[in-house]
């Protein structure tokens, strides 16, 4: 069993709110006035406000929105090679004209410190407190709505793909070697890693439908990676790590909304660019309740297309890659659970994701297809007369 799987090793702090205005005023020159723990799956994040005590000369301004403070896991917190590769993807995609949130830099001019912190036993597979070092980031809050709190449209779902292709062109021919070799259990490559862990599901129908999703991905994708167009991805575009705002009076959706901003590249890495569109396929076809799966599933697809093209071959291979994306976020949500109750936000997923699953299943592969080509046509048409 990977690290990343092993009871214990992925450890979170134990954290209070002295302890980070203290972070903030020692090595961030900032005053803290307020601070709300966010949601996160295996780290810490807190949305803080603050003001300059007038000691950082590296922070040019302090915005009036606030700052994300963020805390790695401890196994995460290992590899600061990948922590400054991202870094630098991140500059990149911003540069680019793509919203994304920002380190913010110490009094000493480092985007991250490394603190020790203390870990609870329950945390811990010997069950007693220990110390492990922990990585600490400051980054902009970029204000805007997440994606999940908003109505699912046809038009929206267009736009999250064009997103998705904007982000994978801004990072065409982006290389460090901070990500060589980075493994992460969200990475869609290491699905086949799961199969340890179908013990936690608990029906059996469903325990052998995702066995035979996870075989079939690696036959037919993995076992034929090599063939796949390929370069760095987001990695992990789901309705939390989404922004959007008020669209403009002139949408030509007609939509209430655009999107805006990208957040979290902590499951960054070089894979094939159908991972990148399949995961946005996923949640998007997750989060539909208006429409149908498919449809959501679709646009998203149609919007991507605008950006980055895709070969029929994996057009087709789409479907399964989706699958693949569902059975990987219910297996490791039902396994991070069974590890720890207290973190429900791990089977954030569950409800609608094994019927979506079990659906999408069974779908006729070139029927849907076919489905996804005439809503892409159908975009392209609508494109061209307006």
């Not at 949500?333 to 207290?342: P, R, T």
């Amino acid at each position: 069993m990977a690290d990343f799987f092993k009871p214990g090793r992925a450890k979170r702090p134990s954290l209070t709110e002295s302890f980070i205005g203290t972070i903030l005023s020692k090595h961030y020159g900032l005053r803290m006035f307020s601070c709300q723990e966010l949601n996160s799956y295996d780290d810490f994040n807190f949305r803080v406000k603050a003001e300059s005590n007038g000691t950082n000369e590296n922070l040019k301004e302090v915005s009036c929105h606030g700052f994300v403070f963020k805390v790695l896991n401890s196994l995460d917190s290992l590899n600061t090679g990948v922590i400054e590769a991202q870094h630098e993807m991140i500059s990149r995609v911003y540069e680019s004209g793509i919203l994304t949130p920002r380190a913010v830099p110490t009094l000493t001019g480092h985007l991250y410190l490394t603190v020790n912190l203390l870990v609870r036993g329950r945390e811990n597979t010997d069950n007693i407190d220990t110390d492990s070092p922990f990585i600490v980031r400051l980054f902009e809050y970029v204000p805007g709505t997440i994606l999940e709190s908003v109505p699912l449209t046809p038009g929206l779902c267009y736009k999250v793909g064009v997103m998705a292709g904007r982000v994978n062109t801004a990072l065409k021919g982006f290389q460090h070697s901070g990500f060589h070799g980075y493994q992460r259990k969200w990475h869609l490559d290491l699905l086949p890693w799961l199969v340890d862990l179908l013990h936690v599901i608990e029906d059996n129908g469903d325990r052998q439908m995702v066995s035979d999703v996870i075989k079939t991905f690696q036959s037919c994708v993995l076992d034929q990676r090599n063939d796949l167009s390929q370069g760095m991805i987001h990695g992990d575009l789901n309705e939390g790590n989404i922004l959007v705002t008020e669209a403009a009076d002139d949408d030509r959706w007609r939509e209430e909304h655009d999107v805006s901003a990208i957040l979290d590249y902590g499951d960054s890495a070089y894979q094939p660019y159908i991972f990148e569109v399949a995961i946005a396929m996923t949640y998007m076809s997750i989060l539909s309740d208006n429409i149908p799966p498919q449809t959501a599933s679709g646009y998203v697809l149609a919007g991507y297309l605008t950006q980055n093209d895709l070969s029929d071959r994996e057009i087709e291979l789409l479907k399964l890659c989706v699958c693949a994306r569902i059975t990987q976020s219910l297996v490791i949500g039902a396994y991070s659970f069974h590890v720890d109750s207290s973190n429900d936000y791990t089977l954030t997923t569950a409800k609608k994701g094994w019927p979506r699953l079990r659906q999408l299943w069974e779908m006729d592969t070139e029927q849907l297809v076919r489905e996804w080509r005439s809503i892409a046509r159908t975009c392209e048409e609508t494109l061209v007369t307006d």
